[in-house]
């Protein structure tokens, strides 16, 4: 009993703190920005949505209204509101949203070098002592007890496939008098990420959070900012407001 007991113990006093450590992570993701905005362009609060010719959907696509619910929480979080009468609404948002084609680079990374290296010629196992024991451990090599095989570190090319997701929000002035094709753009917010995931739908609420605080802005040039999947932001635009936000991202060059 006390044995067990005694197990109990020492497996539960080594589970916690990886439990704690586990559940105070959280992913970060890295985006680069973009804002403009035309200073000439009387400012509006209220806004129709559309889907931008870049999407190739139209407005009633299931993910087009994910995204598009995405937006208006995003755009909430700056005090623009959805007009009730899409014709009277000072601006048009086009929505923009997608994957590049996967780009491909190769990278040099260490690897354990197989058995019969310099340090082991011939691969030996035989537990022998060698001259000289116990052996000077070697530069990049792994093991000096008897038996074990040295290896050593050696550089590998390996191919690396990154996808750029990205989300664009164009604010167009609806009150201009002229043809929507020429309407004035009255602000617009680019949001991009590369990486290794081709998962978009998981990048876009991201995004939209990311670009917040960037609405009806402008960059000096393009910002990198990191976002954490725990922020309020993005919490915020996965809820769907409802509740105040306060910006909670970290810029840095």
Not at 10 to 31: A, D, Q, V, Y
Not at 147 to 162: F, H, L, M, S
Not at 182 to 188: G, I, N, V
Not at 212 to 238: A, H, L, M, P
Request: glycine share 8%; hydrophobic share 30%; with cysteine.
């Amino acid at each position: 009993m006390k044995q067990d007991i005694g197990a109990f113990w020492i497996k539960n006093t080594l589970l916690f703190p990886l439990l704690l450590l586990g559940g105070c992570e959280t992913t970060s993701h890295t985006f680069k920005v973009n804002a403009i905005n035309n200073p000439e362009v009387e400012e509006g609060r209220s806004y129709r949505i559309v889907s931008s010719s870049k999407n190739n959907v139209d407005e009633q696509d299931p993910q087009f209204q994910e995204v598009s619910e995405y937006v208006k929480t995003a755009l909430s979080g700056k005090g623009y509101y959805e007009s009730p009468d899409a014709e009277d609404a000072d601006l048009v948002i086009n929505v923009a949203y997608g994957t590049a084609p996967p780009n491909v680079e190769f990278k040099t990374v260490n690897n354990t070098g197989a058995p019969g290296s310099i340090h082991n010629p011939i691969g030996s196992r035989t537990g022998a002592y060698p001259r000289g024991y116990p052996p000077r451990r070697g530069i990049g090599s792994v093991g000096s007890r008897p038996g074990d095989i040295a290896r050593t570190q050696q550089p590998e090319v390996i191919p690396v496939t990154t996808y750029e997701k990205y989300l664009q929000i164009t604010a167009i002035d609806n009150r201009a008098e002229v043809e929507f094709e020429e309407a004035p753009h009255a602000w617009q917010v680019t949001v991009k990420n590369r990486d290794e995931s081709d998962d978009l739908d998981k990048y876009l609420p991201l995004m939209a959070a990311a670009s917040i605080e960037y609405v009806g802005t402008r960059t000096e040039s393009q910002e990198v900012i990191t976002i954490k999947e725990s922020d309020q932001d993005v919490n915020f635009v996965k809820a769907g407001g409802g509740s105040p936000r306060e910006q909670n991202v970290s810029k840095f060059q």
